[in-house]
Nanobody, 135 residues
Framework: QVQLVESGGGSVQAGGSLRLSCAAV????????MGWFRQALGKEREGIAS???????DYADSVKGRFTISQDNASNTLYLQMNNLKPNDTATYYC?????????????????????????????WGQGTQVTVSS
């Protein structure tokens, strides 16, 4: 069973930076895909970045050029470096992991499908970490 634990959230002013971490247990980066999602109050969850060792990284337009997703295979940790943060980046941020090779759209589709259907192995979700950006 995949276990994911996020850390690194906090409060910053607009223009600031934060780095989120996601420690993965029971998941092998090779042959799998991981991503960062966020959900703002009153809004749907959106995928913002994904990474797969087979096809690389993919980003939502809203964060492209400001956020960088990366992974450290040695420590089994996923990262999201967030620069030039804006107030509308305020949200709860989640990491997720699935087996298989997907870009961001594919990863989002798989996770949505597995939210209402049985998937084996089940995808992993972290508990979420809050990011608040003030103007």
């Amino acid at each position: 069973q995949v276990q994911l634990v996020e850390s690194g959230g906090g409060s910053v002013q607009a223009g600031g930076s934060l780095r989120l971490s996601c420690a993965a247990v029971g998941f092998t980066f090779s042959g799998g895909s991981m991503g960062w999602f966020r959900q703002a109050l009153g809004k749907e969850r959106e995928g913002i970045a994904s990474i797969s060792s087979m096809i690389g990284t993919d980003y939502a337009d809203s964060v492209k050029g400001r956020f960088t997703i990366s992974q450290d295979n040695a420590s089994n940790t996923l990262y999201l470096q967030m620069n030039n943060l804006k107030p509308n980046d305020t949200a709860t941020y989640y990491c997720a992991a699935v087996g298989g090779v997907y870009d961001l759209e594919g990863l989002t589709d798989v996770l949505e499908r597995c939210a209402s259907n049985y998937c084996d192995p089940a995808p992993g979700w972290g508990q979420g970490t809050q990011v608040t950006v003030s103007s």
